[in-house]
């Protein structure tokens, strides 16, 4: 290893950029090297889900080109450059042929969206939306058209469903689950969020999957397991993401639902560090913006000398359907304790509290979700 070799950062998202920031706040002439699949643009991807309600173009969702990003970062960064390979021995990143040599590696290089393999001859109206560039191509698809069918009722299927409903567009969500959210929300704040999305519009075709996508005239007819059938302009494929562990799994790197690392963000590899949508932090997948923020801030510290720890607090997840505001803060998995529910209309306040009364965990929705900061104070941090 070289002693001039660089800290390379792989992957330009939230992760990687946030990292990039927070060791700048404290060495501004180290060198670091970004290298990026995509075109290196800084934008919120939060933001993804919300360019009708803004009235904002994919374009003006986007925070700086990655030519300011160089200058703004005193880094060096390479765009549309696809990392194949991590040779661990020789510390040592492959780009096909190439090798890049670095000090210490961060694979801060994200989660792949899940395709289903669906038959049928409609395939070319399928949109899975995880980046900018997803969103450019699926922004000028939509373009013009009417119809827009949601394949998942997690989060980011019902945020598009509220954001499409804003920007007048007729939407149907096809789930298998009975509700929306299953894996996040309680079922009573879920169905609060489900009734105001009906409420709003969004045909909901629920505990069925999607079968056949057929191309039909200029948009598509989409078979359901339950033999109904739904005709849309394009479908948009919300079912999950996973970490993407292959190319560090290829490497000899401990891989399990993502890339184990410790809460240090170190992975099983001497100098290679992982965070964000691509890592297991202690146990912990967390495909959220403040998990990965509080990973920055420590990893910048340990990349600099001083070995820090992270320590996750609570972690709400705010879920951005404007016709019902949620908040939602799952109890650890396997807690001892009860769902204490109120309800009134779609306005829903959930606690999970254990035997001695500590709330352990929460849902608010509608006019409730305004308390989510009192009550993640309540809440015992993740790391005590
Ligand atoms: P990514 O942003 O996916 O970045 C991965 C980077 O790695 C990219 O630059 C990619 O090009 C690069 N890359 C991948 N493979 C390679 C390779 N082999 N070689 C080189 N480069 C590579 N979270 C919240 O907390 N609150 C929200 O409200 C919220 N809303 C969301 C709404 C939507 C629509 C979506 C999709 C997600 C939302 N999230 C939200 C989740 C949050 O945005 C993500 O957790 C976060 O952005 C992940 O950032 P990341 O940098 O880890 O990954």
Same mark, same amino acid.
């Given at each position: 290893?070289?002693?001039?070799?660089?800290?390379? !950062?792989? $992957?330009? /998202? #939230?992760? =990687?950029?946030?990292? %990039?920031?927070?060791? *700048?706040?404290?060495?501004? +002439? &180290?060198? @670091?090297?970004?290298?990026?699949?995509?075109?290196?643009?800084?934008?919120?991807?939060?933001?993804?889900?919300?360019?009708?309600?803004?009235?904002?173009?994919?374009?003006?969702?986007?925070?700086?080109?990655?030519?300011?990003?160089?200058?703004?970062?005193?880094?060096?960064?390479?765009?549309?450059?696809?990392?194949?390979?991590?040779?661990?021995?020789?510390?040592?990143?492959?780009?096909?042929?190439?090798?890049?040599?670095?000090?210490?590696?961060?694979?801060?290089?994200?989660?792949?969206?899940?395709?289903?393999?669906?038959?049928?001859?409609?395939?070319?109206?399928?949109?899975?939306?995880?980046?900018?560039?997803?969103?450019?191509?699926?922004?000028?698809?939509?373009?013009?058209?009417?119809?827009?069918? !949601?394949? $998942?009722? /997690? #989060?980011? =299927?019902?945020?598009? %469903?509220?954001?499409? *409903?804003?920007?007048?567009? +007729? &939407?149907? @969500?096809?789930?298998?689950?009975?509700?929306?959210?299953?894996?996040?929300?309680?079922?009573?704040?879920?169905?609060?969020?489900?009734?105001?999305?009906?409420?709003?519009?969004?045909?909901?075709?629920?505990?069925?999957?999607?079968?056949?996508?057929?191309?039909?005239?200029?948009?598509?007819?989409?078979?359901?397991?339950?033999?109904?059938?739904?005709?849309?302009?394009?479908?948009?494929?919300?079912?999950?993401?996973?970490?993407?562990?292959?190319?560090?799994?290829?490497?000899?790197?401990?891989?399990?639902?993502?890339?184990?690392?410790?809460?240090?963000?170190?992975?099983?590899?001497?100098?290679?560090?992982?965070?964000?949508?691509?890592?297991?932090?202690?146990?912990?997948?967390?495909?959220?913006?403040?998990?990965?923020?509080?990973?920055?801030?420590?990893?910048?510290?340990?990349?600099?000398?001083?070995?820090?720890?992270?320590?996750?607090?609570?972690?709400?997840?705010?879920?951005?359907?404007?016709?019902?505001?949620?908040?939602?803060?799952?109890?650890?998995?396997?807690?001892?304790?009860?769902?204490?529910?109120?309800?009134?209309?779609?306005?829903?306040?959930?606690?999970?509290?254990?035997?001695?009364?500590?709330?352990?965990?929460?849902?608010?929705?509608?006019?409730?979700?305004?308390?989510?900061?009192?009550?993640?104070?309540?809440?015992?941090?993740?790391?005590?």
């Amino acid at each position: 290893m070289s002693a001039e070799a660089p800290i390379v !950062i792989v $992957g330009t /998202g #939230l992760s =990687g950029f946030s990292l %990039a920031r927070e060791i *700048r706040k404290q060495d501004k +002439e &180290v060198p @670091i090297l970004m290298v990026t699949a995509d075109d290196g643009f800084s934008y919120s991807k939060p933001m993804l889900s919300t360019g009708f309600t803004k009235g904002k173009e994919a374009d003006e969702l986007a925070q700086a080109t990655a030519a300011t990003m160089v200058e703004q970062l005193n880094i060096d960064l390479r765009v549309h450059t696809t990392v194949t390979g991590i040779d661990t021995a020789a510390h040592q990143l492959c780009i096909g042929e190439e090798r890049l040599t670095y000090s210490k590696l961060v694979l801060a290089w994200g989660a792949d969206v899940i395709r289903l393999p669906i038959e049928g001859t409609g395939q070319e109206h399928v949109f899975s939306i995880n980046d900018l560039m997803d969103y450019r191509v699926f922004r000028k698809a939509v373009e013009g058209k009417k119809r827009v069918a !949601i394949m $998942g009722a /997690g #989060l980011i =299927g019902c945020e598009f %469903a509220n954001d499409l *409903r804003n920007g007048d567009y +007729e &939407v149907d @969500i096809i789930a298998p689950s009975d509700t929306v959210m299953p894996g996040l929300l309680p079922k009573v704040a879920a169905d609060a969020v489900k009734d105001a999305l009906a409420e709003a519009g969004v045909a909901f075709h629920l505990e069925t999957v999607v079968d056949r996508i057929d191309q039909d005239g200029d948009g598509v007819n989409l078979i359901l397991a339950n033999g109904e059938q739904v005709s849309a302009d394009l479908v948009v494929s919300a079912v999950g993401l996973r970490p993407r562990t292959s190319l560090a799994a290829g490497a000899g790197l401990q891989v399990n639902r993502g890339i184990v690392v410790n809460r240090a963000l170190e992975t099983s590899a001497e100098d290679v560090y992982a965070l964000g949508d691509c890592a297991e932090v202690d146990g912990h997948v967390l495909l959220y913006v403040l998990p990965l923020m509080a990973c920055s801030r420590a990893l910048a510290k340990t990349l600099l000398g001083e070995r820090v720890e992270v320590a996750y607090g609570t972690m709400p997840v705010m879920v951005k359907t404007p016709c019902c505001p949620t908040a939602v803060c799952p109890p650890p998995q396997g807690a001892e304790g009860d769902w204490q529910v109120e309800r009134d209309g779609n306005n829903v306040r959930a606690l999970f509290k254990d035997g001695d009364g500590q709330v352990l965990g929460f849902a608010v929705t509608g006019d409730y979700a305004m308390e989510k900061q009192a009550l993640a104070k309540e809440v015992p941090p993740i790391h005590s």
